[in-house]
């Protein structure tokens, strides 16, 4: 081979590789460029949990009913329902011009394949109305029905949950799938389609605008009323680093950047070309999770030491940093600012944070310095940093820490493990909970206290099992409020987990967008770009 | 030639098989649970169970090693666990960042250290040639992400001349693309350029102190030409060879480069589904390196018959 | 002889027109014909007694956490600032010495010795080099860098899995290095003297070919040191490294580097601590090897 004939094939070789689709356009007004707040690996919302899955599904999948910005639930492919006085039957009616994007109508059999997808997976409220479901029935093709042996009256809630998993309606075929297995084809019934050619798993993600999308006629409210999208192109672009993305929504690379870390906010509202603005006023909770399983913390006297030594003040900084505006302490479970918010029995967590009696009740407890396990998942922000004043803190009332640096993948695997902390298992781990998922006990897995089958840590409390029972019946918001109550109290006093604060996280948006809401979730209709 | 080639091609089965047992010993004792990340927060145990074995993932060591392996051999790397698509896919729309990330890096890097290089043997001795070195040794002795940051500060934040992350495809255009490249090549060519350069100005003493040089040079070819064509040529071996063993720097340099100036690229793939146990993506990912790593020396040694004509196979 | 020259032989007066070399303490004379030694040196020292002494250094503790003074921009009271947590980075820099410092010497120290070992077996062991070698071809075909974080997340992130990923990482290296020089020592004649003259194979290796092997690979030591500390920084920023409640370089800048528009001291001054003592390791190498090998001098 000579020198020639080699370039040769070496240029062929190059050109061959970098002969590509085209990919994106320039910026227009037609099209938004959004860095999401995680990384979307897949697009399944059933399969996986994560909120970003769910936000951008909302893109591509319509839901029955939608909440609005009161959280309660609207129609939204549903025309209307009918509920027997007794709440056991619920009948649902499909709005007659829904589309899926192959073009086909949306019909009775599609919604019932979806709902019972989501229900084998659901286990907050679509399990439990599996459980006392009689009958799922196609009446006609836009009509089915409910048959239930128990009342359920909050089955709109269900049907509208924001929280994950969603109940989102895909093509029967689609919604056929095994619901521990993902779906490949991703037909929606949303306003936008998803462009799988030009995904990058990992880097980004396009979605395209559905022509026949029909929107309701009623002005948008989070994901009621009309979803009308004034793009023909939505480009998500994933920003491993968060200043590179700080920077690239300066230097006008991208135009709205989801969540912007609180410590650049100041730099962002220098730039006159951009606008800040808190994301979701509901916000969410950070979580001091225990494992009530094991030494010390199976002595709720050993629990009780972390509550009162525990000082949100630090955990928040930590989080959100300076800006005093985006964080509450938060002497209770349930989202400040909602209806059943309260404080009863929070007294441990406010004051003074007192170490003695921190370290009389671990000596009580029959702590002996055996290493506690802190498993620390140090890719993910908000969790390191709550695991570094957890550090910090264990280390001044006296406990040996074992300070377990992990990703959050292995954090994952950890936690199910149920095995002495010696030998796999764990003491505490970090994670926050989103204050939309946290308004009521419904859809609060983190404070359920059955045991066994309770969440990561699994707390056991008869009594706060009974009061969880106790707001399920309640008649009205007056006693929901009272059960809840009683429920913060025994929750408090059995220290189900600690709570580390309330907080709120900023957004940020190029000023040529306008029509950015606050929300749990980035809501894209009715934003215009200039 | 044509037998070398195939016999150097063999030779290199064993040790990619190799590399494909390793990183897959390797993840199977890994800790980790892709299950349990797929299954989220709100998910019970139970459920964690359900997806790990739908995903084969519950099947002993040996039977997912060669179910994996006989699907090579098929050219199928295999589905990844988190974005359900092939992970021959997942590849193709990510070799295109990194392949020109590394071409105009190494474009870049020859460029300007071959003729540091020479200007420094040239000026042997003199503070050029000491400033040249210097310049050199703090090439490699500053991390990657930290040149980056400051390239990046400086011209485009500062001066607003490029873009600060992303990549566009060549078949937009020339220029868009090389905007978007000019700074990560910089950053990760600057290892790269300072062990070029030492090994040119290196060789080119080695050369210029030959006998046969001399002759030219008393044959009365000028300075210039004398440096270029007699001693440049011989300097091309070691230069070559360099090349090649500092590609596996290359690509490491690359991972966090591309998660710095957030380019779709393999670095970025390896260690988004390192972090997320995506065991067919990274082992699709580690035998596609090693077996590029493979190419480049046997490339390499191509290249020295090229150069050298004294060298034949 | 005077007492107060010096105790070896000056040469005879020479004619004029060659001048005599003007003779030097012992000290400048060294600075003088190894000046990067000298500097590299210099500077390793000082890091070392860094690391050493820092909390002699008016540090404080480096992860006590102070939230309520976060990000403070470097002061009187905190000379390099405090980071996001409220830590004194100007604390974290100093101790962070510590971890870089004993990663790169570990690092060098078990990647020499590891493969010294494979590389001397290799090379005297004839049946089994093409095995070995095909095996550290293969380790050298995984990027350094994706080895050891794989390595990483295979174990718990602790300093001793870092030192222990990144030898893993650079020792087939050394093993090509010390396996070729074997090789070469194999064909000397006072070796094959050696050999046919029945000495025992530990022997010949324990007199004749380690003492020749020892130049290079201190060469070679030196660069795995410097290029160690590089990769334990790369890794912490990555997240795949020391772990994060322990002060190391990697872990500070990874912490800053969210900030680096509007804290930029928090990535700035490790990075600093970071470049200077990788600077000075490798001059160190650089002058090391002009002092022992000019040949090899030559040629890198």
Not at chain 1, 281 to 290: A, D, E, K, T, V
Not at chain 1, 478 to 486: G, H, I, N, R, S
């Amino acid at each position: 081979m000579d020198r020639r004939s080699f370039l040769k094939t070496a240029a062929v070789a190059a050109t061959s590789a970098l002969a590509a689709p085209r990919l994106s356009l320039a910026a227009d007004s037609k099209t938004l460029r959004f860095i999401p707040q995680a990384n979307l690996a897949n697009l399944d919302p059933i399969w996986t949990t994560q909120y970003v899955v769910r936000n951008g599904a909302l893109l591509i999948w319509d839901m029955l009913y939608g909440v609005d910005d009161k959280l309660q639930p609207q129609p939204q492919m549903c025309e209307g329902h009918e509920a027997s006085a007794d709440f056991k039957t619920w009948t649902f009616k499909l709005r007659p011009e829904l589309k899926f994007h192959d073009g086909e109508p949306v019909l009775a059999k599609d919604a019932i394949a979806s709902i019972l997808r989501w229900m084998a997976r659901d286990a907050t409220m679509g399990g439990p109305i599996k459980r006392q479901m009689e009958a799922l029935e196609v009446v006609d093709d836009r009509t089915f029905r409910f048959r239930l042996n128990k009342p359920y009256p909050k089955m709109l809630f269900a049907l509208g949950k924001s929280s994950t998993p969603s109940l989102f309606i895909m093509p029967e075929r689609i919604a056929a799938t095994d619901p521990f297995k993902q779906i490949s084809d991703y037909v929606g019934s949303g306003p936008m389609r998803f462009n799988k050619d030009e995904w990058v798993p990992g880097a980004k993600a396009i979605f395209e605008k559905f022509g026949a999308y029909a929107p309701r006629p009623e002005k948008a409210n989070w994901l009621s009323g009309g979803k009308r999208i004034n793009f023909d192109r939505i480009e998500w672009q994933i920003v491993p680093d968060v200043g590179t993305a700080a920077a690239a929504l300066q230097n006008g690379e991208v135009d709205w950047w989801e969540t912007p870390s609180s410590d650049l906010v100041p730099l962002l509202k220098k730039n006159g070309k951009i606008a800040v603005d808190i994301a979701d006023p509901l916000g969410n909770i950070g979580s001091f999770r225990i494992n009530h399983l094991h030494p010390p913390f199976n002595d709720v006297r050993a629990r009780k030491a972390i509550q009162i030594a525990l000082s949100q003040e630090d955990y928040m900084g930590a989080v959100v940093g300076d800006d005093e505006s985006l964080w509450k302490t938060l002497p209770g479970f349930f989202t400040p600012d909602t209806p059943l918010y309260t404080e009863t029995g929070g007294e441990a967590l406010k004051g003074k944070r007192d170490y003695e009696l921190a370290k009389r009740l671990l000596a009580e407890s029959g702590y002996k310095n055996e290493p506690v396990v802190l498993l620390v998942a140090t890719d993910l922000g908000i969790v390191k940093s709550q695991c570094d004043v957890t550090a910090d803190l264990l280390k001044r009332i006296g406990v040996n820490v074992d300070y377990q640096a992990l990703d959050w993948g292995t954090v994952g695997q950890r936690r199910a493990k149920k095995d002495l902390p010696s030998q796999g298992g764990w003491n505490i781990f970090h994670t926050w909970h989103a204050g939309a998922d946290c308004v009521n006990p419904a859809p609060y897995i983190a404070l359920d206290a059955s045991g066994d089958t309770a969440w990561f840590g699994w707390p056991k409390s008869d009594l706060v099992q009974e009061k969880i029972a106790a707001w399920y019946a309640a008649p009205d918001l007056t006693a929901e409020k009272e059960a809840v109550a009683e429920l913060n109290a025994a929750a408090m006093d059995h220290v189900v987990y600690v709570p580390t604060g309330f907080f709120k996280q900023y957004q940020a948006w190029r000023r040529n967008i306008s029509g950015v809401v606050k929300a749990p979730f980035p809501v894209f209709w009715d934003v215009v770009k200039a | 030639m044509l037998s070398y080639l195939v016999r150097r091609i063999v030779a290199t089965i064993p040790v990619v098989l190799l590399v494909a047992l390793f990183v897959f010993s390797l993840l199977y004792i890994a800790p980790g649970d892709p299950a349990a990340i797929i299954a989220g927060d709100q998910a019970t145990p139970a459920d964690v169970d359900r997806i790990r074995a739908s995903l084969g993932l519950d099947r002993p060591f040996l039977v997912r090693f060669f179910d994996w392996f006989w699907h090579i051999l098929h050219g199928d790397l295999g589905t990844s666990i988190f974005t359900n698509l092939p992970v021959t896919h997942m590849i193709a729309q990510r070799i295109e960042p990194t392949l020109s990330l590394m071409t105009l890096t190494l474009i870049l890097s020859l460029g300007c250290a071959i003729p540091m290089g020479v200007v420094a043997a040239w000026k042997h001795g003199t503070w050029i040639d000491s400033a040249v070195m210097m310049t050199a040794v703090l090439g490699f002795s500053t991390p990657v992400f930290v040149i980056g940051y400051v390239l990046a500060y400086v011209f485009a934040l500062r001066l607003d001349w490029l873009p600060v992350q992303g990549f566009t495809p060549i078949s937009q255009g020339l220029w868009p693309f090389l905007r978007n490249l000019i700074l990560p090549s910089i950053a990760l060519g600057l290892v790269y350029m300072a062990l070029i350069a030492r090994i040119t100005r290196a060789t080119m003493l080695d050369v210029l102190a030959q006998d046969y040089v001399r002759t030219a040079k008393a044959k009365g070819v000028g300075q210039r030409g004398v440096l270029f064509v007699h001693a440049l040529k011989n300097a091309a071996v070691p230069i070559v060879t360099i090349v090649g063993i500092g590609f596996a720097a290359l690509i490491g340099g690359a991972v966090v480069t591309e998660s710095v100036f957030a380019i779709p690229g393999l670095g970025r793939l390896t260690v988004d589904a390192i972090l997320r146990r995506d065991y067919p993506v990274i082992q699709g990912v580690v035998l596609l390196f090693s077996f590029i790593y493979v190419l480049v020396n046997l490339g390499v040694d191509l290249l020295y018959t090229l150069f050298d004509p004294r060298i034949r196979y | 002889m005077s007492a107060g020259t010096p105790k070896y032989a000056t040469a005879p007066d020479l004619p004029g027109i060659l001048s005599v070399p003007k003779q030097r303490g012992r000290i400048a004379g060294f600075i003088y014909r190894h000046p990067t030694i000298a500097v590299g040196g210099f500077l390793v020292a000082i890091m070392l007694l860094i690391a050493v002494f820092a909390p002699y250094l008016g540090t404080k503790d480096p992860t006590a956490l102070a939230p309520a003074r976060r990000t403070r921009e470097p002061s009187v009271l905190y000379w390099f600032g405090t980071d996001m947590l409220g830590r004194d980075v100007y604390s974290r820099v100093l101790y962070g010495s510590r971890v870089s410092l004993l990663v790169g010497f570990s690092v060098a120290f078990c990647a020499s010795v590891l493969g010294t070992i494979i590389g001397v077996v290799s090379g005297f062991v004839r049946q089994i080099d093409a095995v070995i070698m095909r095996i550290m071809d293969g380790l050298m075909s995984i990027p350094p860098i994706l080895l050891a974080i794989a390595l990483m997340a295979l174990t718990r992130a602790s300093v001793q899995n870092v030192i222990v990923a990144i030898s893993i990482a650079e020792f087939p290296r050394v093993s090509r290095l010390v396996r070729g020089v074997v090789l070469s020592l194999r064909e000397q004649p006072y070796v094959e003297a050696a050999i046919a003259s029945g000495t025992r194979v530990p022997v010949i290796i324990w007199k004749h070919i380690l003492p020749n092997t020892l130049a290079p690979l201190m060469v070679q030591a030196t660069f795995i040191c410097a290029s160690a500390m590089i990769t334990e920084a790369t890794l912490s920023f990555i997240g795949a490294g020391t772990p994060p409640i322990i002060p190391s370089w990697g872990n500070i800048m990874a912490e800053g580097r969210a900030l680096w528009q509007v804290k930029p001291y928090i990535v700035f001054f490790p990075a600093i601590f970071l470049s200077i003592t990788v600077l000075a390791v490798n001059l160190l190498g650089d002058g090391l090897r002009d002092a022992l090998d000019p040949r090899l001098a030559k040629r890198l």
